[in-house]
Structures are given as C-alpha cells and as structure tokens.
C-alpha cells in the first residue's frame, strides 16, 4: 500500500508561480509510474502531468503544456509539479497518484493510489 502527501499549495496572483510536492511511502517509489491530475468545483477530475519510474519520460495535458513541469526525485521518494504563468483557470484541488502500469499514461482510471491532495487557487 502507498500513502501519498502532497503539499506546497496556496494561494497566488495571476502570472505566479507554485511548486507542488508529493511524498510517497509504504512501497518502492520507482517501480511507480506517477502522476498529477486537478479538480475544480463542480468539474470532473482533470489530467495534468504524468512521469515515468525513472522519469525518462513525461506527459502533458495541452493546458498546461509550456507552464508546467514534472519531475521526480527517486532518493527523495518524491514528485514535484512546477506551475509557472498560473492563470485563474489553473484553480482546482491538485492530487498526485501512482500507477503500477508498466506503461505510462495520463489516464486517472488506471491509477491505483491517490494522495488527499492540496488547493490551489489563482486569483485575477
């Protein structure tokens, strides 16, 4: 069982920039694929950015194409999402995941184990 915990949400003008973090424990980090994925109220679960076990590879919704990064610090147990040029539309609760897929993929069905996740909230 992996437990996940992010954090480094909060509250930014927009333009700004936030980093999350995402913590795991309880398995072995990299033979996890992992991802971020957003949640807006009153919206459905949205993709965002997904890294493979070793981080060779990365994919991007097309809205954050450009302004977002992922990455992952296998040592650390841990991924991060850097958000640059965040716009009001970028507002939603952020929750990392981690998916024992051999194949990565921005789909959140095929996610196992889901973090509690962290607001973020870009104001005008």
């Known amino acids: 069982q992996v437990q996940l915990i992010e954090s480094g949400g909060g509250l930014v003008q927009a333009g700004g920039s936030l980093r999350l973090s995402c913590a795991a424990s309880?398995?072995?980090?990299?033979?996890?694929?992992m991802g971020w994925f957003r949640q807006a109220p009153g919206k459905e679960r949205e993709s965002v950015a997904a890294?493979?076990?070793?981080?060779?590879?990365?994919y991007y919704a097309d809205s954050v194409k450009g302004r977002f990064t992922i990455s992952r610090d296998n040592a650390k147990n841990t991924v991060y999402l850097q958000m640059n040029s965040l716009k009001p539309e970028d507002t939603a609760v952020y929750y990392c995941?981690?998916?024992?897929?051999?194949?990565?993929?921005?789909?959140?069905?095929?996610?196992?184990?889901w973090g509690q996740g962290t607001q973020v909230t870009v104001s005008s």
């Open positions: 890294i493979s076990q070793r981080g060779a590879t990365t």
């Open positions: 995941a981690a998916d024992r897929g051999v194949v990565i993929t921005l789909n959140p069905s095929r996610y196992d184990y």
């Open positions: 309880g398995g072995t980090f990299s033979n996890y694929a």
